[in-house]
């Protein structure tokens, strides 16, 4: 008896909160769901598998705005290289920008 009513209690919370995920599952949809090819090729060495820093910064939680971003990627910066589209494409980096900072 007990545990039904805890049950009954759980069970609209329970609701509540996958609500609350499906919500961000949304607002997030565009989010992809692994780094590119290239990311793991080119940048990983430096800013780690997951762009959580190494040699370079951690790219991970990232504030840069997707300008900023580009602009490093595209001309480099101190011992980083500039890689161009033919090395990273447009597509990859905004993949890899969007996983790296979630927006
Ligand atoms: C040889 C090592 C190396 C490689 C390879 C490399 N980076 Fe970097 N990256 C760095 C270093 C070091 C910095 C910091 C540069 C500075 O302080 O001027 C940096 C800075 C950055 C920044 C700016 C970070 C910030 O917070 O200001 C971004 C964005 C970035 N890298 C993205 C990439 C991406 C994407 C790739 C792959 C296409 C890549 N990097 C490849 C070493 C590397």
Known sequence: MKITR????????????????????SHTAAAPAALS?????????CHGDS???GL???????????ADFTATVRAGS???????????????LSNDYAFLTGK
Do not use: I, R
């Open 37 to 45: 090819v290239s990311f793991n090729g080119a940048c990983a060495g």
């Open 78 to 92: 101190g011992p980083m290289p500039a890689f161009g589209a033919a090395d990273y494409s447009d597509a990859q």
């Open 6 to 25: 805890a049950m009954a209690l759980v069970s609209p919370l329970m609701f509540a909160l996958a609500a609350c995920s499906t919500k961000q599952a």
């Open 56 to 66: 370079g910064p951690a790219l991970a939680g990232s504030k840069l705005s997707l």
């Open 51 to 53: 762009g959580e820093g």
